[in-house]
């Protein structure tokens, strides 16, 4: 994917309104500054971008907070990682949700079955679920089947979060069907991820499925969904990134590194104490050297060479581009959370052996260097994932020291790992919700008070203007509908 991309996008997105004219005569009072219709790929770019937002945004900065990936150490972003927060942070957010992507991909869908094109209209749904089924797992019950469409319903109603998940199913079920139909055109460019290859959306849905049944804890669902999700890294769902300022930037480097520079650092967070050979709780061992993956996700030197606090890594030079460079992509759906999925809901559904073999899997992957930038490969760095073994999970051995039973080891290292791989994203912070009150999983100290948060807030603009909204509106303790038991 060339990452020049979205810069041509962009400018073919403005340019809309001169394309849209059949003639310079017709329709003199039309405003070509501001265009009533667009092509069904325009307004496919437009709804992708939308979940780029959702996705890469501010939800991803509070998340990556409230999960111990970042610590917010200024402006509202301390006053957030110490978990007060109001709904009017979350306006913007709530809108790239339900205007940006669930009503761009209604007018896609719409366009595209008006000419039968069901490629495009299984793109559009799988975009639409991904968005939607962030906003489910973040915020509980949301508007699902009367959202988006303001002239038949001015105050759509809230569904609860199960229902919607269980919607969320049926839609990717549709989008399969329609990529498995072979009936339509390629939406070429104006599809910033694959570029139109329905093979690649296809396992992108299947792997969607298996994560929205990881998180209503459906894990023998989860499993088979998985082993038909994305396969290769190759064929992962990323958000393409280049160096064109304030277009195609990744939005974790524009924020940590240029705009907010001081907001956002990792000093206090679990995640780099984990992936540091010489902290105390270092989760490296004979078989794991974490030097590379610690290097590539934090920094503790920025590129003046002035020493700073360990932050994420937003280095972006031709010899050293970390997790959160500006033309580094950004993972939405990816073989690393399949491989991961498989290896957890594995282990639970099917057995030991079953999610042994699925996590030795992921370790081959990352003793090759993993998602690691290619110059995090060069020998400056060390990586280690050899093969974990039965011996190694019984008590005693090297991933069971406190006698626990194999499963509950094996368990543990799958949610470490899980843990570390999602560093940054959103469901890092679902993953920990999920298995918080299980007798295995991450523990992580709340940054202020007692207790960890379980929510982000309803935007107020939606609670305001929404007549169907919650009240009372749950509060960041009040766990979701998924995790309240």
């Known amino acids: 994917m060339k990452t020049a991309k979205l810069t041509a996008i962009a400018a ?17 009072n039309t405003d070509l500054n501001n265009p009533t219709d667009a092509s069904a790929s325009l307004v496919l770019t437009g709804a992708q971008l939308g979940n780029v937002s959702v996705q890469e945004g501010h939800v991803a900065r509070v998340a990556a907070m409230w999960s111990g990936y970042f610590t917010g150490t200024d402006r509202q972003y301390k006053d957030i990682y110490s978990y007060n927060v109001t709904g009017a942070s979350f306006n913007d957010v709530w809108q790239f949700v339900y205007q940006g992507v669930a009503e761009q991909s209604r007018l896609v869908i719409e366009k595209s079955e008006a000419t039968n094109n069901r490629l495009v209209q299984g793109i559009a749904k799988i975009v639409k679920a ?46 399969i069907a329609d990529l498995e139909s072979g009936i339509g055109t390629s939406p070429g460019a104006a599809d910033i991820h694959f570029n139109g290859d329905a093979s690649k959306w ?44 304030n277009v195609n930037e990744n939005l974790m480097y524009a924020f940590i590194a240029r705009s907010r520079v001081g907001d956002i650092n990792a000093s206090l967070s679990l995640a780099p104490k984990l992936l540091n050979p ?25 590129s003046t060479g002035t020493v700073i606090p360990v932050s ?7 010899t050293s581009r970390g997790l959160f460079g500006q033309s580094t992509s950004y993972p939405l759906v990816t073989y690393a959370e399949n491989m991961l999925t498989l290896a957890e809901a594995g282990l639970r559904a099917e057995g030991l052996a079953a999610g042994l073999e699925k996590l030795n899997l992921y370790r081959a992957f990352l003793n090759t260097g993993g998602d690691l930038d290619p ?34 080891a094996l368990l543990r290292e799958i949610l470490m790992e899980r843990y570390i791989t999602f560093n940054g994203q959103i469901i890092g912070f679902n993953d920990l919700r999920r298995t918080r009150k299980e007798a295995v999983s991450v523990q992580l100290a709340p940054s202020a008070g007692a207790t960890l948060p379980e929510r982000m807030i309803y935007s107020e603009a939606e609670i305001n203007s929404n007549t169907s909204a919650p009240n009372p509106v749950p509060g960041v303790f009040v766990p979701t509908p998924v995790n309240a038991n």
């Open 12 to 28: 073919l997105v403005l340019m809309v309104g001169l394309i849209s004219c059949e003639s310079l005569v017709d329709d003199l």
């Open 278 to 302: 010489a902290s105390p709780t270092y989760r490296g061992n004979a078989k794991t050297d974490e030097t590379a993956r610690y290097n590539y996700h934090f920094i503790t030197v920025n």
């Open 130 to 175: 991904n968005a939607l089924g962030t906003a489910t797992a973040v915020w509980g019950d949301i508007p699902f089947t009367e959202a988006s469409d303001i002239a038949q319903f001015p105050n759509p109603a809230f569904e609860s979060q199960i229902e919607v998940y269980a919607k969320l199913q049926l839609l990717l079920d549709e989008a």
């Open 312 to 318: 994420p890594n937003t280095n972006s030079s031709l």
């Open 375 to 408: 110059t995090y490969k060069t020998g400056t760095y060390k990586y280690l994932y050899e093969p974990y073994t039965a011996a190694d999970l019984a008590p005693g051995g090297m991933l069971n020291k406190a006698g626990s039973t194999a499963d509950q």
């Open 202 to 245: 296809k396992d992108a849905a299947y792997t969607l499925k298996s994560r929205f049944y990881m998180e209503t804890k459906e894990y023998a669902l989860a499993y088979a969904a998985a082993e038909k999700g994305i396969s290769a890294a190759s064929r992962s769902l990323l958000v393409p990134h280049g160096t064109t300022l």
